[in-house]
């Protein structure tokens, strides 16, 4: 693959993944409903994966683009 800014072929593809955090509102929501205990309901779904990214790396100028 080429680079698109420079053009060299010097590329690598890297793949990250996202990951769910703390949910705010289902925190909040637990404090209202069970006093609070409940703000470990803001935990629930903490680590799961949301979805993954694609990206290329040149390792000449050093340009991160999306696939």
Not at 47 to 67: D, L, M, P, Q
Request: charged share 15%.
């Amino acid at each position: 693959m080429r680079c698109p800014r420079c053009g060299s072929e010097n590329t690598t593809v890297l793949q990250q993944e996202h990951r769910k955090g703390f949910g705010f509102c289902p925190g909040i929501l637990g404090v209202i409903i069970f006093g609070l205990p409940g703000l470990l309901c803001g935990l629930c779904g903490m680590g799961e994966t949301k979805g993954h990214s694609a990206y290329i790396v040149c390792g000449n100028c050093g340009a991160k683009t999306r696939i």
